[in-house]
T-cell receptor
Framework: KAGVTQTPRYLIKTRGQQVTLSCSPISGHRSVSWYQQTPGQGLQFLFEYFSETQRNKGNFPGRFSGRQFSNSRSEMNVSTLELGDSALYLC?????????????FGPGTRLTVL | SQQGEEDPQALSIQEGENATMNCSYKTSINNLQWYRQNSGRGLVHLILIRSNEREKHSGRLRVTLDTSKKSSSLLITASRAADTASYFCAWAEYNFNKFYFGSGTKLNVKP
């Protein structure tokens, strides 16, 4: 069974631009969650999607948004990028949800904002 | 993290020794999970312990959970150089609305 894939793996953007990250979950998994990891703040939960609906949301500004498609693939969008958005963005998939069963993580997208 | 902490922040041991990491959290939880991360890559799920369980084993891993103290510990026995990684605890609030990670313990196992 193929694992969680994320594209692109690396991204360099400048302040003010926007970016879209993609995540393909394990086949059969309906939940996709997104996390931001930085040296200063550690791992922080962004949001969770389940069957195309946002189920949970972390404490991030509205510049961070996401969506999930009918095939469970998910995208995350960050608009008006700031230097502080430089981070490793991880997505994870699970069958029923982040809090109920095992999450499988992708390798992450490393975003650098200049 | 304002929701929980792990200690120690870093741990350096020799191969064959045991490693113990502790996690404390602040909310009521449904379960607590432990993950491993190698060098800023994706996380690997190690073990999940439910709030009504006190101890769980998986291979060389032993996890305990004390909900009255809001704490958990991960013990890795007979450590190997390949265990070198960062270890994170994570938990879901009892109503599943939020999911949090601890601050992590960086483990270095010297061969």
């Amino acid at each position: 069974k193929a694992g969680v894939t994320q594209t692109p793996r690396y991204l360099i953007k400048t302040r003010g631009q926007q970016v879209t990250l993609s995540c393909s979950p394990i086949s059969g998994h309906r939940s996709v969650s997104w996390y931001q990891q930085t040296p200063g703040q550690g791992l922080q939960f962004l949001f969770e999607y389940f069957s195309e609906t946002q189920r949970n949301k972390g404490n991030f500004p509205g510049r961070f948004s996401g969506r999930q498609f009918s095939n469970s693939r998910s995208e995350m969008n960050v608009s008006t990028l700031e230097l502080g958005d430089s981070a490793l963005y991880l997505c994870a998939s699970s069958r029923m949800g982040q809090g109920t069963d095992t999450q499988y993580f992708g390798p992450g997208t490393r975003l650098t904002v200049l | 993290s304002q929701q929980g902490e792990e200690d120690p922040q870093a741990l350096s041991i020799q191969e064959g020794e045991n490693a113990t990491m502790n996690c404390s959290y602040k909310t009521s939880i449904n379960n607590l999970q432990w993950y491993r991360q190698n060098s800023g890559r994706g996380l690997v799920h190690l073990i999940l312990i439910r709030s009504n369980e006190r101890e769980k084993h998986s291979g060389r891993l032993r996890v305990t959970l004390d909900t009255s103290k809001k704490s958990s510990s991960l013990l890795i026995t007979a450590s190997r150089a390949a265990d070198t990684a960062s270890y994170f605890c994570a938990w879901a609030e009892y109503n599943f609305n939020k999911f949090y990670f601890g601050s992590g313990t960086k483990l270095n196992v010297k061969p």
